[in-house]
């Protein structure tokens, strides 16, 4: 079962970087996105909040692998050249995982207290530096642990990827599983576990360290973390 | 009754018990009063095995509570030891802890049909006696939330007795209740008391149902029994500096 | 690849979808069944603090949950032949689905047990009731019910991913639009009445879970 242990990490491994752009990539996007659609949300304008509405619910309520084979195949056509398929990826994760980053922005935002909108109101601050002054450095320390379990969401989505022929890591495996025996299968499969735990781990750490910093600029120390909040489920 | 024999219990570097010697006879009603944290709930939680003993042992009817013997020597007891002793020792919880997805009536016969091992029929007959006796009769299949607070508690005293215990410990059992409803349930203790031959063990602030109540009264403080007397002796003239202090304090509250 | 929209193509195609969608419903059923019990089992196993079970119990969840369901998909359909037991796509599939979605599932239960006061415990072992009278007859009642909610959440979850099932064979929505667009080289229709069907289900199911949410008083 692990004769080939070698070959089939060296392989995997080949996959790994476009994992992580296809990773990188959907997070930047997911960011923007969440950003513009989650303060759209909160918008004085009705126009602007349906708008961004209708794309969240859009998104999250269609299946990735459609959105994924939509954007697939339909969209080259649409636009008359071919689109590679590692920019389609990107595309739709960021689609589809700015719609849950929208709404959580939007929670964050209002679980502000209201008090705090109130203090800036007296101080006279425009608009804009409440937002950015005040209100966005407290949402954010409420953002980051759900963000960080999207963002680990992001990660396995992008095994879905190798379903539209992109070169990543679950593609590799696929590549390799017909020409190796079954008992190395399960050892293919294992290893591409591992890989994706070991990035899991990564984004964790990332966002925990960030956590530390946010709180500490609001002189907070973050709570102690309560296992992933899974009430409410954003799958 | 209950023997406890050198016990103390320590929450990490916290000491709440100290070298514990008491005594309870057979029927017997002693009260325990005392500030809090000085280890009298801890007494209480450790005869319902909520707690175990960090040293010293207990014992309850003669048969050791905290420890079994195991092929001649003491050693600290099961889950299943601890269960068979204290079938026969009930409590009654200040937050009532009735079980909110069981009518009245489920929650007095759950415990004497599952663990007792009575019938179906037998259990309903005494649950129904029992809540006669609370003066509960009729609210028998309603919901423990459609019932005030003085309700619940005595439904909550109901079933600890349908256990038939021969020890029962009351662990501050008015405390969470307006204050016009602890008339009704300090009542139905004291007919208990009367009526019953039950060892009964009470921590409570109410004095003046201490003084009717008990034959004995246990003074706490900083985990050791400080003064043990009749309450006609201790309330009328206690000896030690703290138990004066302690009941100064609290006999003077509005 | 031709790109427009027919309206009469769309509607000839939506009884052979509606084949399709009928498994996705199955596979989401199914899948969601043995996650609530599998969940309740894992819950129940790391509460308990059973001795061996309950560390495997968490190591293995946490695995599961952070790698791709895609990937396990693969391996139980793939791997089990070599042990001499083979499944059809569906059975793989929802045993994929039941095993990754009751990672989430025993997170959710946990939190109802740990909702459930101390009191309750304390005044099921003060009447001496055995175990499992306590889990069945006093915790799990109070438990279950206040998460049913997050349970909903992610039975709309696995929905939406079932179709990535198509990589191990099985024949839902998904595969049949491509199938169809495979055939017709017309793809907006298909993909486009396909991601509408979804909404259609998954949609108004939110927002019973969200109405669901607000009669149970999320935890």
């Known amino acids: 079962m692990f004769e080939n242990l070698p070959l089939i990490i060296s392989r995997l491994a080949a996959g790994i970087p476009q994992t992580v752009i296809a990773t990188v990539g959907g997070i930047v996007l997911t960011i923007v996105l969440a950003s513009v659609a989650g303060l759209a949300l909160l918008s004085r304008s009705r126009l602007v909040r349906t708008v961004s509405r209708t794309y969240v619910e859009v998104f999250r309520g269609t299946s990735e692998v459609v959105q994924l084979f939509w954007i697939f195949f339909v969209l080259p056509a649409l636009v008359g050249y071919q689109i590679i398929p590692l920019a389609a990826g990107v595309l739709v994760l960021g689609l589809n995982h700015g719609a849950y980053g929208a709404e959580i922005v939007r929670g964050a935002v209002q679980s502000v207290p209201k008090a705090q909108y109130e203090g800036s109101l007296a101080l006279s601050l425009s608009p804009r530096d409440r937002m950015l002054r005040v209100i966005l450095p407290q949402a954010l320390v409420e953002m980051l642990p759900p963000f960080n379990n999207l963002f680990i969401q992001l990660l396995k989505s992008t095994a879905l990827l190798s379903l539209v022929v992109v070169n990543e890591v679950v593609r590799q495996g696929q590549l390799l599983v017909p020409n190796l025996g079954v008992g190395e299968t399960l050892t293919i499969y294992l290893v591409e576990l591992l890989i994706f735990l070991v990035l899991a781990l990564m984004i964790t750490a990332v966002m925990r360290a960030l956590e530390r910093r946010a709180s500490a600029r609001l002189g907070r120390t973050p709570a102690p973390r309560a296992r992933r909040a899974a009430v409410g489920g954003v799958a | 009754m209950i023997v406890f024999d050198g016990v103390e219990k320590r929450f990490g570097d916290n000491v709440v018990l100290s070298d514990l010697d008491f005594t309870v006879a057979p029927g017997e009603h002693v009260t325990l009063i005392g500030p809090s944290g000085s280890g009298k709930t801890t007494i209480l939680r450790l005869l319902m095995c909520l707690e175990s003993v960090t040293e010293g042992t207990i014992r309850v009817a003669g048969r050791y509570l905290s420890h079994m013997e195991k092929g001649g020597r003491l050693v600290p007891a099961d889950e299943k030891h601890s269960r068979e002793v204290r079938k026969r020792i009930g409590m009654v919880f200040q937050q009532f802890n009735l079980f909110p997805n069981m009518t009245v009536r489920g929650n007095l016969i759950e415990a004497p049909t599952r663990v007792l091992g009575l019938s179906k029929d037998e259990a309903n007959a005494r649950a129904e006696e029992l809540l006669e006796m609370v003066g509960l009769r009729e609210r028998i299949d309603e919901h423990p939330s459609r019932l005030s607070g003085g309700q619940q508690q005595r439904v909550a005293i109901a079933r600890a007795l349908a256990m038939q215990p021969r020890v029962l410990l009351l662990d501050e059992v008015t405390s969470a209740l307006d204050p016009e409803l602890v008339a009704g349930v300090l009542a139905l203790l004291k007919r208990i008391g009367e009526t019953t031959d039950i060892t009964i063990l009470c921590v409570t602030h109410e004095m003046g149902f201490a003084r009717d109540f008990s034959d004995r009264v246990m003074m706490f403080d900083g985990g050791q029994v400080i003064e043990d007397a009749a309450p006609a002796q201790l309330f009328a003239a206690p000896e030690h500096p703290r138990t004066k202090e302690f009941l100064k304090a609290v006999l003077e509250r509005p | ?219």
Request: proline share 6%.
């Open chain 3, 1 to 219: 690849m031709t790109v427009g929209w027919d309206w009469a193509y769309a509607i000839e195609i939506l009884p052979a979808l509606w084949q399709g969608l009928q498994v996705t419903l199955l596979a989401t059923a199914l899948g969601s069944l043995l996650a609530f019990a599998l969940g309740l089992v894992f819950a129940v196993i790391r509460r308990s603090r059973v001795p061996v079970l309950d560390p495997i119990v968490r190591g293995f969840v946490e695995l599961w949950r952070s790698t791709p369901l895609l990937v396990q998909a693969y391996l139980i359909y793939a791997v089990l032949p070599g042990v001499g037991i083979t499944l059809s796509s569906l059975t793989a599939g929802v045993i994929a689905l039941g095993l990754h979605y009751a990672c989430y599932t025993s997170e959710v239960y946990r939190a109802g047990i740990d909702a459930v006061p101390r009191g309750q415990w304390e005044a099921a072992s003060a009447l001496s009731l055995p175990r499992h009278r306590v889990w069945l007859g006093v915790v799990l009642p109070q438990a279950v019910p206040r998460v049913l909610p997050a349970l909903g959440n992610y039975v709309i979850s696995m929905f939406k991913e079932v179709p990535l099932l198509l990589a191990i064979g099985l024949v839902e929505v998904i595969t049949v639009a491509n199938q169809i667009t495979a055939q017709t080289f017309r793809p907006v229709e298909p993909l486009t009445m396909a991601g509408i069907l979804f909404l259609l289900i998954s949609y108004p199911a939110s927002v019973l879970v969200r109405r669901l949410e607000r009669r149970v008083g999320v935890i």
